[in-house]
């Protein structure tokens, strides 16, 4: 199938360059679990496809006593969005065009780079109207009201992405892969 498209691509230009602009079409799936040696974040960064371009983790977060009481609320936002997402958006090499949460602390990430957040909603949230959601492959997300040039942006690059993606199945990927991380960091 692939040489088919192959051949296509050098014969008709306007199909090679749908590839292309979906080529570079990359989502990231980004999670922060919490663990005994404290919260560990993970980025996997994928093609339209869902295939696995790039994963990167951080070493385990632990906030200490004195610090949660003066973070009080705001504490897992900063350690999510600020302290843990960006320090992965900013260590990938393979550079997302959408990232794609789970957890509303990590919608914090938008407030400290480009690329857009958008959250994952439920099947029993699907209830929002639509200029707050958008649709993604199978599922709705939802964006950072304090970004709204970002609906625009995705729902023209939302196209890309077949109807019938499912968007959870990464996110549960980088879910797995660091608990994988977690139990060799326990062994060593």
């Known amino acids: 199938m692939d040489e088919t498209l192959s051949k296509t691509e050098t014969v008709d230009g306007v199909a090679m360059a749908a590839k292309t602009d ?22 996997l960064v994928t093609n339209h496809r869902g295939r696995p371009l790039e994963f990167q983790c951080t070493t385990p977060v632990k906030a200490n006593r004195t610090q949660e009481i003066l973070y009080g609320n705001s504490l897992k936002p900063f350690l999510f969005g600020e302290l843990i997402g960006k320090t992965l958006c900013e260590r990938i090499s393979v550079h997302p065009d959408l990232i794609i949460v789970q957890q ?12 857009p957040v958008v959250y994952l909603l439920p099947e029993d949230c699907r209830d929002l109207p639509d200029e707050d959601r958008v649709q993604i492959g199978n599922q709705s997300v939802r964006f ?23 968007l959870e199945e990464p996110l549960d990927r980088v879910r797995e892969a660091l608990n994988e991380t977690v139990k060799v960091q326990t062994v060593a």
């Open 22 to 43: 979906q080529e570079r079409f990359h989502l990231g799936f980004l999670w922060v679990a919490e663990t005994n040696l404290g919260f560990v974040g993970g980025l």
């Open 104 to 115: 509303d602390e990590l919608m914090e990430l938008r407030s400290h780079q480009k690329t």
């Open 144 to 166: 950072n009201p304090e970004f709204p040039e970002d609906v625009d942006q995705i729902r023209e690059r939302a196209r890309l992405i077949s109807a019938d993606a499912d």
